[in-house]
């Protein structure tokens, strides 16, 4: 098994990891160590074949996705008091049997989704990443939960980007990066906003408006 391949079955296995768990911080950690998995994809390719830009943006996304964006979240829980998310509909337990599900289900049905040349199964992990995002984003209680579901989401969308195609330019990667850290900049405020509103962040409960 190739460097490449142990990256991406290791941010599968943490995006996994990290939808069976309910601790905020344990949460964020396996965020954290998705993104470092994320970014030494590039990286890794970028010094194998000299590729500066490349090891730009490994860097850029380690210090984005595996640093700053989950230690913004965690100072956010802390100011708010969060610990645990507790899930909606399904339990911990129960939406790591399904993520288990889909992780294999996509596995071996990665070669629909791949293109020519690709990495072996990357296309299926990060498939895979895709839909444990969304399945957190679905059980999850607090409104903390639904964005890292979001942002496992978008790793996997990352991950299925840079294996299955080539040539994308560096100033649209780093964009695309800088986009997204300002969105959770502002996601920040908003918790605070929902909580100075609602008083909580439980987004099952929220079936009004307040002025």
Known sequence: MTV????????????LWTLGIIRVRNMLWGLAFVGAALGFLPLHDGLQHGNVSEIWLGCAVIATKAIGVPLFLNWNALRLNIVRDRTVGLGPGAALLLGSALVVLFYFNGDRFSS??????????????????????????????????????????????????RGMPLIIDLGVLFDLFAAILLAGFVLFRIRSTFEHLDVSEMKELRG
Do not use: K
């Not at 990256?7 to 296995?13: D, G, K, N, T, V």
């Not at 839909?131 to 409104?143: D, N, V």
């Open 116 to 165: 020519p040349g690709s990495t072996l199964h990357s296309a299926g992990f990060s498939m895979a990443i895709v839909a444990i995002g969304l399945t957190m984003m679905l059980t999850r209680r607090l409104a903390v939960g639904l964005l890292i579901g979001f942002l496992i989401l978008d790793n996997g969308i990352f991950m299925y980007g840079f294996t299955q195609t």
């Open 4 to 15: 490449t391949q142990e990256l991406i079955s290791f941010s599968a296995m943490a995006s």
